[in-house]
């Protein structure tokens, strides 16, 4: 395995991704109004042809979004291991009881049986399934190191330098 799987760097993208997502800019014309404000009228109307001219010192107003939208409820929660295959992918999902309290399911591919942790609350499922993908992300990255440095120290004994 001297070739680093391509699915790894993909794998690896996505994860970088979902761990840290880049805010979304929503651009507002300063001029627009809001919904929520009176449009003002406009003392000077353009002519059909002439094109609205904006100062330079006038900037569009920025408003941050985040990519993905904060979950306020704890059921339905859910996170995924890293890996490069499905089969053996662990996945943590918060369900709702019918006593109210929070339980995490925990799977390894898609067709086991979950193992169920709680009851809990909303917080503390929700920090349970955070704890554990930073831990089986921790795992996999240092096995993912292990195999690598065996690997070079394979191609090292193979060359006849060791």
């Given at each position: 395995?001297s070739?680093?799987?391509?699915?790894?760097?993909a794998?690896?993208?996505i994860?970088?991704?979902?761990?840290?997502p880049?805010?979304?800019?929503?651009?507002?014309?300063?001029?627009t109004?809001?919904?929520?404000?009176?449009?003002?009228?406009?003392e000077h109307?353009?002519a059909?042809?002439?094109?609205?001219?904006?100062?330079?010192h006038?900037?569009?107003?920025?408003?941050?979004?985040p990519?993905?939208?904060?979950h306020?409820?704890?059921d339905?929660?859910?996170?995924v291991?890293?890996g490069?295959?499905?089969?053996i992918?662990?996945k943590?999902?918060?369900?709702?009881?019918?006593?109210g309290?929070?339980?995490?399911?925990?799977?390894?591919?898609?067709?086991s049986a979950p193992?169920?942790?709680?009851p809990?609350?909303?917080?503390a499922?929700?920090?349970?399934v955070?704890?554990?993908?930073e831990?089986?992300?921790?795992?996999?990255?240092l096995?993912?190191?292990?195999?690598?440095?065996?690997?070079?120290?394979?191609?090292?004994?193979?060359?006849g330098?060791?």
């Open positions: 395995m070739e680093i799987d391509p699915t790894d760097h794998l690896a993208t994860a970088s991704i979902l761990e840290n880049e805010p979304v800019l929503v651009v507002r014309d300063s001029e109004p809001a919904a929520d404000e009176e449009p003002v009228a406009d109307p353009a059909a042809d002439e094109h609205p001219v904006i100062a330079e006038e900037h569009p107003v920025v408003e941050e979004q990519l993905v939208p904060e306020t409820d704890a339905g929660y859910s996170k291991g890293p490069p295959m499905v089969a992918r662990l943590w999902a918060v369900h709702r009881g019918d006593d309290q929070y339980y995490v399911h925990e799977t390894i591919g898609e067709q193992v169920v942790s709680g809990m609350t909303s917080e499922a929700v920090h349970f955070d704890a554990q993908e831990e089986a992300n921790k795992r996999f990255e096995l993912r190191s292990e195999i690598a440095g065996r690997s070079s120290l394979a191609d090292y004994e193979r060359k330098e060791a």
